[in-house]
């Protein structure tokens, strides 16, 4: 197949990285540490954890974890914000052979339920003010181990007291001792201090997460990265990222590290370089996150449109000192011209946008890091990536003809846990994934995504799946029938709208409303609501979401 992306790489980016440079994640974090032993490697709430401290911390927190019992290969969820604890009970885990099911804290009882039972989780770190959702499912699920944390656990005293104290007290956060059988974070790191590392021997095809995600479509699959998948985005993000240097970079962790962005780009990239995580906890208060990029000599940034936009439009922000600013990179959501524009007259550094999907750890194509202007498109594929236009037959396409973005490369997934037919739906014999996105490939190998194959509805980077949300719906007792559909919205990129039949005429938005926000992480949550006496169908009955979608237009 033809690849024209190559002759427009930018200099000194490679056509292919090496895979043997380092054996698994752990290998490459045990290197940072002692390379970097000195430097901080994750700064948060005014407290700095060193790459010498963390390499202490996550061999106690891994010999604890093998002294309960967790054996190589067993699953371990972290449900937390970005804190000190994530990155430490992240590489702990790693070094005890487990995989880690990252959990979004803002999870529901239903949807948490979901992924501990699907994944078979046996222990959880959870942060103690998202603790009243796990207690709803103790029951229900296969935890043998419940692990909880303040937020102000590893931070310097007395804040660390202090925050603790006012969100135990006033947010009404669950404390460990509230929780039958729970143990507390700081005590098992204690503990480890006192117990031996055994060691593990991982390889390249042993899973290191079980990302959760729809896929293209329908309820939440993990999706299997291996240590291989990781390592090979790590290698093809360093080596696209010329303008990078070790040991000195300092990034702007804002989105969520569960999220596969974050993950890889900010955590996990940056420690490969030496450098310092910033963390930031609450990035929706946009006052307070401005003030926290005020204290730092910040040399990059990631984030998604919605970020972005909110970051422009907050007072304070067009003053800060952006000398230092070298990348930002911006994915998840498609990025807006107006907001990179205006972003690059007020910071000076071009908004990079990228592309990827859990199925590909994420990153798959990155414009040159070398361009002056957002051109619109999403780059091109990465060192030691495919990617071509397949039409419904899947027969390739040729330059500057439109179908389904597809996408070949060490970092893409070894399938879906557990889930055989959907992974076939995907993955093809030849190792193509298919995407679900529509794109087109221009002569210089740029890719740009037109529409989606699917009906998923992206609200500020997060998939939101139509299916789970009729689902949810119709499980109402006055609910009838349920469509769900993605509505453009100046903030969040979308939004998501439903349209109801209703079998009770008495049934009133407010309750739709309540129902949703009991079963629902707040941007799954509708934003409009529409009753309507029937939903448009096809003539095997099923409903037109797009007739839906244009009546919105």
């Avoid at 895979?19 to 407290?47: P, Y």
């Avoid at 899947?394 to 389904?404: F, H, I, Q, S």
């Amino acid at each position: 197949m033809e690849k024209p992306w190559l002759n427009s790489y930018p200099p000194g980016v490679p056509t292919n990285i090496d895979l043997t440079e380092h054996a698994s994640i752990v290998d490459l974090l045990e290197k940072s540490c002692d390379q970097f032993k000195d430097r901080v490697a994750f700064h948060n709430m005014g407290a700095n954890l060193s790459y010498g401290e963390l390499d202490f911390l996550t061999r106690n927190f891994a010999a604890a974890l093998q002294d309960m019992g967790m054996q190589q290969g067993d699953r371990i969820a972290l449900m937390m914000p970005n804190t000190l604890q994530y990155p430490v009970a992240l590489f702990g885990a790693l070094r005890a052979g487990l995989v880690i099911v990252n959990t979004n804290p803002m999870y529901t009882a239903r949807e948490l339920r979901h992924q501990l039972v699907d994944s078979g989780a046996k222990a959880i770190v959870v942060v103690e003010n998202f603790a009243s959702v796990l207690q709803k499912v103790r029951d229900e699920v296969p935890l043998e181990h419940i692990i909880t944390t303040g937020v102000g656990d590893l931070l310097d005293f007395p804040k660390s007291l202090l925050v603790n104290f006012v969100l135990r007290h006033v947010k009404k956060a669950i404390p460990s001792w509230s929780l039958p059988g729970s143990r507390n974070f700081q005590e098992i790191l204690e503990r480890g201090k006192k117990l031996p590392l055994k060691p593990v021997n991982l390889g390249f095809e042993d899973i290191a997460f079980l990302q959760y995600t729809g896929g293209t479509t329908g309820v939440a699959k993990g999706a299997m990265l291996t240590h291989r998948n990781i390592v090979a985005n790590l290698l093809q993000a360093r080596a696209w990222l010329t303008q990078l240097d070790e040991s000195t970079e300092i990034i702007i962790t804002a989105l969520p590290l569960y999220h596969i962005f974050a993950l890889t780009a900010n955590c996990l990239t940056f420690i490969y370089l030496g450098g310092t995580n910033v963390l930031v906890t609450d990035p929706r208060d946009m006052k307070g996150f401005v003030k926290e990029l005020a204290r730092h000599r910040f040399t990059s940034i990631t984030g998604v449109n919605t970020l972005f936009n909110g970051l422009l439009h907050t007072e304070g922000f067009a003053e800060l000192d952006f000398s230092t600013l070298k990348m930002t990179l911006g994915g998840g959501m498609a990025v807006q011209r107006a907001v990179a524009e205006k972003w690059k007259q007020v910071t000076g550094v071009t908004l990079l946008e990228a592309y990827g999907l859990t199925e590909t750890s994420p990153a798959a194509c990155i414009n040159p890091v070398n361009i002056t202007y957002f051109n619109g498109f999403i780059g091109l594929p990465i060192s030691s990536t495919e990617a071509c236009i397949k039409n419904d037959e899947r027969d390739m396409l040729p330059v500057g003809e439109t179908g389904e973005l597809c996408i070949r490369g060490p970092q893409v997934m070894k399938g879906y846990w557990q889930r055989p037919e959907a992974t076939a739906e995907v993955l093809d014999e030849q190792g193509w994934l298919y995407t679900g996105d529509i794109a087109c490939m221009n002569e210089a190998g740029f890719f740009k995504i037109v529409d989606r194959k699917k009906d998923m509805i992206l609200v500020s980077g997060f998939n939101v799946y139509p299916n789970e949300i009729e689902d949810v719906l119709v499980m109402h007792p006055k609910i009838l029938e349920a469509a769900a559909v993605g509505v453009a919205d100046e903030k969040s990129g979308e939004v998501v709208s439903v349209f109801i039949v209703r079998n009770d005429p008495g049934l009133s938005e407010d309750e739709v409303r309540a129902f949703c926000k009991e079963n629902l992480t707040g941007y799954k949550r509708p934003r409009y609501i529409e009753f309507r006496d029937e939903l448009p169908k096809s003539n095997v009955g099923k409903i037109l979401r797009r007739e839906l979608r244009d009546s919105t237009a």
